[in-house]
């Protein structure tokens, strides 16, 4: 969907960018950032954080936000993590506010679904293995055992 490709990961969190709530909420980022900074007691680091120029950088390198010299944003992005997110809905107070936040909380419990289900599967397979490795080693065991048998025998015939 057009919302999980909005969500990085950043700072070990997953957050979406200003602007790009911006855009989903149909206002401008300027607005949006207004809105937070009125309300700020109610976005603390957990919530929001500002990029650094070295993510900002990082961002711009793997063409996710826009180039400053070409007309871009003049100054780092916000970063709101799902809690921040839901913070907004409450800061915005609009129907197209609260749709959108119901859409984006969707998508990250579907991201967390999604992730709950390969760790199984890691899980599952790593059972197996562990499962797996104890047979094999038995079988090589066997196998060596066979082949120590084949050196200790005494040999019938001409040797060299």
Known sequence: TLIHKKIFEIRGQKVMLDRDLALLY????????????????????????????DENKSLISQNVISNTKRGGTRHFPYAF??????MLS????????????IEIMKTFIKMREMLATHKDILKKIEEMEK?????????FQVIRGINQEEKNKKRIGFRP
Do not use: C, W
Request: net charge positive; hydrophobic share 35%; aromatic share 10%.
């Open 26 to 53: 149909q206002v401008d980022t300027r607005s949006l950032n207004q809105a937070v900074k009125r309300n700020l007691e109610r976005f603390p680091r957990e919530f929001m954080f500002q990029l650094t120029n």
């Open 81 to 86: 993590t799902e809690h921040g997110i839901l």
């Open 90 to 101: 409450s800061v915005l107070n609009s129907k197209r506010a609260i749709q959108v936040n």
């Open 131 to 139: 499962r797996y490795d104890k047979q094999f080693r038995i079988v």
